[in-house]
C-alpha cells in the first residue's frame, strides 16, 4: 500500500492525466513538485512543457507502435496508425491533462471516422480530418483532434466556433449540406441538445431557426486533385437564409430573441450570434460543471449542488473559460478527500493507459491494445454516435468486462520477463510478491477474501523457490489478476 | 433531465447484487431449465428508420411529390398487396427475400407506430422506446422489467445482448445481462498454463464475488464479472456451431449467426439483442442510387435476417422465434437538401418468426400537405397510429406468457393481433 503523498499524487495522475509510471511517481514526490498546489499547477500550465511527445515515437525506452507493411507509419493518414500515436501520447506525454482534456473533447463533440470516411471517400481525408497534425503532411490539415488539444483547457464559446467551423464536423453532422432552400437540422440539433443546453431545455422551433442559421457553412475543397487537396470551411453567402430568426430563448444579452435579417454578406454573424447565446445559455454552465465534476472528482455519489453551482459561476464570470474551472475542481477539498478516491469508472483507454504504465510498456506495441479496445467498446475515433460513449456504469457488462481481464492476462504475458527482472531482490515469499504488486499497480486496497484469493494464487503450485521460472509465472499471474479486477477499473 | 444509468445503480445496485450467487448454482439452474422454449430477439435499427422507405405507399402521388429525388417508383418496389384502408404498399426493392418470408406468411409489418408528442432526439427517443414510458423515460426497460419478475435467481445468460453494452431495454433491477458480442472472444485467457491457469481463474472468480453493499459501484463492477465467469463454459458451446445456411459477413449476419447458435445449443437464453446502424439518413439516403446508403442498410437487413429465417427454419426451431424489430423515430415526409430526411416521428415495426400471422397491419398516412388528421407538425410528419406499448403487449401476452399491464403499467391490449 501507498500512503499519504503518494497516495495523493497516484488519485492526482489517474484523474488529471493518465496514471503515472514508477519513475513519474518518484519525480512528482520529489522535491522539485514539493507542494500539491505546485503538481496542480504544472498540469494546468502545460503549455510551459515542450509539446514533443511524438518524437520520441519508435525509441528505445518507450512503448511501441507497430506500421503497415509497405506503407510504414502514417498517424496522419491511416486511421488505425492515429489511433496509435493518440496512445502513445496518452501513455509518453508531459502534459496529461492536455491529453486528458482533449479525450474529453472527443467524447463531447463525438464525431467518427467512419461516416466520414463513407461520405468523402478514399485518399486519408477523412483520417487527416480527424488526426493529422498541420505540419506534417502536404496539405496541411489541421485535424479536429489537434483542435481539441489547442483549445483543451481553452475558451469554450472559441471552441465552438471552431468546432462549427471543423471540416470534420462539417461533414459528421451534415453542416456541409445545409443549403438555403432546405435547411439540415442535424447539427443545430446537437448544438443544442448535446454541445450546450441539453435535452428538453429548447424547442423544436428552436432547432427549425438553428437549422437556418447556418444554412451557407458549408465545406469547399482547395487544391482539388494534387497531394495539398484539403477540405475546408466555406460560408456561402449564396447559400445563407438571410430572413430573420426566431428562438425560444434570448439570443442577446438584452433579452432579445430574434436573430435580425441580415444580408448575405453579413449573415454569418448570425452563428456567431447564436453560439454566443447558448454558450451564455443559463443551463450550460451547470451542464459543463456536471460532465467536468464526474470526468475528473466523482462519477457514483451525487455531487454537491453548490459546487456545482459554484463551477458554473466560475464559468460565466470569466467568459467561459475552461481552465478555471479545472482548477477549482483539483484544487476542491472534494477531490483531495480519499472519499473521493476511485469514484470513477475508467474509461476503457484510460484503463489501457493505465495499465501499460503501472504493469510496464517495454517490447509492448500499441498496435496490440487496438483489437482489444473494440471489444472494451472504445476504439478512438469511433464513438458510437454523437452523443459520445455510455459512461460509467455503461462501460461494463459481463462482455466488457473479460475484455478488460483479457486485456490484463495479454499485457502481463507480454511483461512477464520484464516483471521478473524488476521483481526480483524485492521480494523474497508469495506474501511480499502480492504486496509489490498491489503497490506497483495501485489498485483500491484488497480487503478479506479478496486479499486473500490472490495470496492462494501466490502460493498455489508449490513452495516458494523465487525462482526465476516462479517469479516470471507468479508476477505475471498477480499483475493479470490485479489488473483485471473489478477494484482496478475504478479510478 | 433524464435519470441517467448512473444514477439507476446509485439506486438499484444493492437489490441487483442479490441476484448473483455462485456461478456454479446458477450453471445447474440453467442446466434444470432445460432448453428454453421460446426466444424473443428484439432487433433495433439505430438511427431513426425512414418508415416511407422500407415500406413503400407507391400509389400516393404526394409521396412522389414530397420527395422527388427520395421516391422509390412503383415499377421498382416489391408489392405486397394494400392495407385495410386499400393503400398499395411495397417493401423496398432490396428487400425481396423478406418478400419471400412475407409471403410464407411469417412476417407482420405494422404501420404507425409510434406514441403521443414523439421525441424527435436520438437519445430520448430510445429511452422512451426502451423503457416504453413516454412520460418518465428513465431506469430499467419494458425487458428488465420482465427479467426482475423472474423468480430469483436468475440465470446470468436469460438474457444476451450482442452488443457490448447492455441496452437500456434490458436494464433490469436485479438481474444482470450478459453482453456478449463475439463468442470467440468470450473466454478468460491468462498469462501462465495447466495449473497456475485454473488457480488464477479459481482467484479471479474469488475476487469478483466481492460485493460489498457499501460501494456499489464496486459491486456493480464485480457483478458483471461473476456474469463472466458464471456463462464463459456455456457460451464456448456456441462457438462450435455449423449453420445450416451462409450468414452474411458483416455485424448484423454474424450477430444472428450467433444467436441461432445459441438457440440451437440450448444455453438458457429466452431474449436476445440484437442491433444494426446507420439509419440516421439526414444525407446521401440515395434510395434511388445503386450503391446508395439506404440500399446497403436494407441489403444488410435482408441478408441477415433471411439467413436466420432459413437457418432456424431448417434446425426447426423457426416456430419457437420471434423477431421483434423497433426505431428510435421516422422520419420526416418531405426530403432535405440533402438526398436524406431529418427526424420525424411515426415509423413502421415488424415481426418476424413461426408463430405469426403475417400480413400488412395499420394504414398508411395521408401524405397530402394540407392539415390532415393523419400528419402532425404542420403536416412534416407521421402521426402514429399504433401505439407501440400495444406491440409490446401483445409480445409480452402472447409470447412471453407474462403479464403486459403489470410490466407496462397501464392495459394496452388493445393492438394490433400479430400472433
Redesign the interface.
Known amino acids: 500500500m501507498r500512503f499519504g503523498r503518494e497516495q495523493e499524487i497516484d488519485h492526482l495522475y489517474r484523474r488529471a492525466g493518465f496514471g503515472a509510471s514508477q519513475e513519474e511517481v518518484e519525480a512528482y514526490t520529489s522535491l522539485s513538485f514539493a507542494s500539491y498546489a505546485a503538481s496542480v499547477a504544472r498540469l494546468l500550465n502545460y503549455s510551459e512543457i515542450p509539446d514533443d511527445v511524438d518524437s520520441f515515437i519508435g525509441r528505445p525506452g518507450y512503448v511501441g507502435v507497430t506500421g503497415r507493411s509497405g506503407s510504414g507509419f502514417q498517424p496522419a493518414n491511416n486511421i488505425l496508425d492515429a489511433r496509435q500515436r493518440w496512445l502513445f501520447r496518452m501513455v509518453h506525454t508531459k502534459r496529461p491533462l492536455q491529453e486528458k482534456m482533449a479525450l474529453f473533447w472527443h467524447n463531447h463533440f463525438a464525431t467518427a471516422y467512419s461516416k466520414i470516411n ?2 468523402i471517400g478514399d485518399g486519408g481525408f477523412a483520417t487527416r480530418m480527424l488526426a493529422a497534425k498541420p505540419d506534417e503532411e502536404a496539405s496541411r490539415t489541421k485535424g479536429q483532434i489537434e483542435l481539441f488539444r489547442e483549445h483543451a483547457l481553452g475558451n469554450f464559446r472559441t471552441l465552438l466556433i471552431e468546432v462549427a467551423k471543423d471540416p470534420a464536423m462539417l461533414v459528421w ?2 453542416g456541409r ?3 438555403r ?6 447539427f443545430a ?1 446537437e448544438l443544442m ?1 448535446l454541445f450546450t443546453l ?3 431545455r429548447f424547442e ?1 422551433t428552436d ?1 427549425y431557426a438553428g437549422a437556418r442559421v447556418f444554412t451557407g457553412w458549408n465545406l469547399s475543397l482547395a487544391n482539388r486533385n494534387t497531394a495539398q487537396a484539403r477540405y475546408e470551411f466555406f460560408y456561402n453567402t449564396a447559400q445563407h437564409d438571410t430572413t430573420a430568426k426566431e428562438f425560444s430563448f434570448p439570443i442577446y444579452a438584452d433579452g432579445r430573441r430574434t436573430i435580425p435579417a441580415r444580408s448575405a454578406g453579413e449573415g454569418i454573424q448570425d452563428g456567431i450570434d447564436l453560439i454566443d447565446a447558448v454558450a451564455r445559455h443559463p443551463d450550460t454552465g451547470p451542464r459543463l460543471a456536471r460532465k467536468l465534476y ?1 470526468y475528473f472528482l466523482n ?4 455531487p454537491d449542488e453548490s459546487f456545482i453551482d459554484a463551477l458554473a459561476r466560475t464559468y460565466y464570470s470569466s467568459g467561459y473559460e475552461i481552465a478555471p474551472m479545472v482548477r477549482m475542481l483539483l484544487l476542491s477539498p472534494q477531490f483531495k478527500d480519499p472519499s473521493s478516491y ?2 470513477r ?1 475508467s474509461w476503457p483507454v484510460e484503463f489501457v493507459v493505465r495499465s501499460l504504465k503501472e504493469v510496464g510498456w517495454n517490447g509492448f506495441s500499441v498496435n496490440s491494445a487496438l483489437s482489444p479496445l473494440i ?3 472504445q476504439q478512438l475515433f469511433e464513438p ?4 459520445g460513449w ?14 478488460r ?2 486485456f490484463a ?2 499485457l ?2 507480454n511483461q ?1 520477463f520484464n516483471l521478473r527482472d524488476q521483481s526480483r531482490g524485492n521480494v523474497d515469499s508469495p506474501e511480499s510478491l502480492v504486496s509489490y504488486m498491489l503497490d506497483r499497480l495501485t489498485p ?1 486496497e ?5 486479499y ?3 495470496l ?2 501466490a502460493r ?2 508449490g513452495a516458494w523457490t523465487g525462482s526465476d521460472t516462479q517469479l516470471a ?1 507468479k508476477s ?2 498477480l ?3 490485479i489488473a ?4 482496478y ?2 479510478v | ?2 435519470m ?3 444514477d ?3 439506486g438499484g445496485v444493492a437489490a441487483f447484487t442479490v441476484g448473483f450467487a455462485a456461478p456454479s448454482f446458477l450453471t445447474d439452474i440453467a442446466r434444470a431449465q432445460g432448453r428454453s422454449r421460446r426466444n424473443l430477439v428484439v432487433l433495433y435499427l ?2 431513426g428508420n425512414d418508415g416511407l422507405s422500407t415500406l413503400v405507399p407507391y400509389r400516393d402521388q404526394q409521396y412522389f411529390a414530397r420527395r422527388p429525388n427520395l421516391a422509390i417508383p412503383a415499377s421498382n418496389v416489391l408489392q405486397i398487396g394494400s392495407d385495410s384502408a386499400g393503400n398499395a404498399l411495397g417493401l423496398n426493392p432490396r428487400l425481396a427475400d423478406l418478400r419471400t418470408i412475407f409471403n410464407a406468411g411469417r412476417l407482420a409489418v405494422i404501420q404507425r407506430t409510434g406514441y403521443p408528442n414523439s421525441s ?5 427517443g430510445t429511452d422512451i422506446w426502451s423503457t416504453a414510458d413516454p412520460s418518465a423515460p428513465q431506469g430499467v426497460g419494458w425487458l428488465g422489467r420482465y427479467l426482475d419478475r423472474m423468480p430469483a435467481p436468475v440465470d ?1 445468460l436469460t438474457a444476451w ?1 450482442t452488443v ?3 441496452p437500456r431495454t434490458l436494464l433490469a433491477r436485479t438481474v ?7 463468442v470467440a ?8 498454463t495447466g ?2 491457469a485454473q ?2 481463474r ?3 472468480t ?5 460485493v460489498p453493499v457499501d460501494q ?3 459491486a ?3 457483478s ?2 461473476q ?2 465467469f458464471a ?2 463454459d456455456r457460451v464456448a458451446q456456441v462457438a462450435s456451431y455449423a449453420p445450416t445456411v451462409a450468414y452474411p459477413n458483416n455485424g448484423f449476419g454474424q450477430a444472428l449467426q450467433m444467436v441461432a447458435g445459441a438457440i440451437t445449443r440450448g444455453v438458457g437464453t429466452s431474449i436476445y439483442w440484437v442491433q444494426t ?1 446507420g439509419y ?1 439518413t ?3 439516403q440515395n434510395t434511388n442510387v445503386a450503391n446508395g ?1 439506404y440500399n446497403t442498410l436494407m441489403t444488410t437487413l435482408n441478408g441477415g435476417l433471411f439467413a436466420f429465417y432459413r437457418d432456424l427454419l431448417n434446425q426447426g426451431l423457426l416456430s419457437d422465434t420471434l423477431v421483434l424489430q423497433f426505431s428510435e423515430f421516422g422520419r420526416r415526409i418531405s ?4 438526398n ?1 430526411t ?2 420525424g416521428a411515426a415509423s413502421m415495426m415488424m415481426v418476424m418468426g413461426g408463430g405469426v400471422r403475417g400480413g400488412i397491419y395499420g394504414t398508411a398516412p395521408n401524405l397530402s400537405a394540407n392539415g390532415n388528421p393523419t400528419l402532425e ?1 404542420s403536416n412534416q410528419d407521421i402521426r402514429f397510429e399504433t401505439d407501440f406499448r400495444s406491440v409490446y403487449a401483445r409480445v409480452l401476452d402472447n409470447w412471453m406468457g407474462s403479464d403486459s399491464s403489470a410490466i407496462l403499467g397501464g392495459d394496452f391490449r388493445n393492438g394490433p393481433n400479430f400472433i
Not at chain 2, 472472444?185 to 501462465?192: Q, R, T, V
Request: hydrophobic share 35%; aromatic share 8%.
Open positions: 463513407g461520405e453532422l451534415d449540406t445545409n443549403v432552400a432546405r435547411p439540415q437540422e442535424n440539433r441538445e441539453g435535452v428538453g423544436e432547432v464526474a462519477e457514483v455519489d451525487a476511485y469514484k469508472y471489444n472494451m467498446g458510437p454516435d454523437v452523443n455510455e459512461l460509467g456504469p455503461g462501460w461494463f457488462s459481463s462482455g466488457g468486462m473479460l475484455a481481464m483479457n492476462a495479454l502481463a504475458t512477464r483500491p484488497f480487503a478479506g477474501d479478496a486473500s484469493a490472490l492462494d494464487y498455489a503450485g509465472a505475471s499471474g499483475a493479470h489478476l483485471g479486477s473489478g477494484d477499473q475504478l | 433531465m433524464a441517467n444509468r448512473r439507476f445503480v446509485r439505430s438511427g424527435r432526439s436520438h437519445f430520448q446470468p445482448s457490448r453494452e447492455t444482470g445481462v450478459a453482453s456478449i458480442p463475439s472472444e468470450y473466454a478468460f485467457a491468462s498469462p501462465n495449473a497456475d488457480a488464477a479459481q482467484s479471479a474469488r475476487i469478483a464475488s466481492h456499489p459501484h464496486l456493480f463492477v464485480n458483471t464479472a456474469a463472466a456463462t464463459l446502424g440516421d439526414h444525407a446521401g446508403s426530403e432535405n437538401g440533402s436524406g431529418d427526424h407538425n
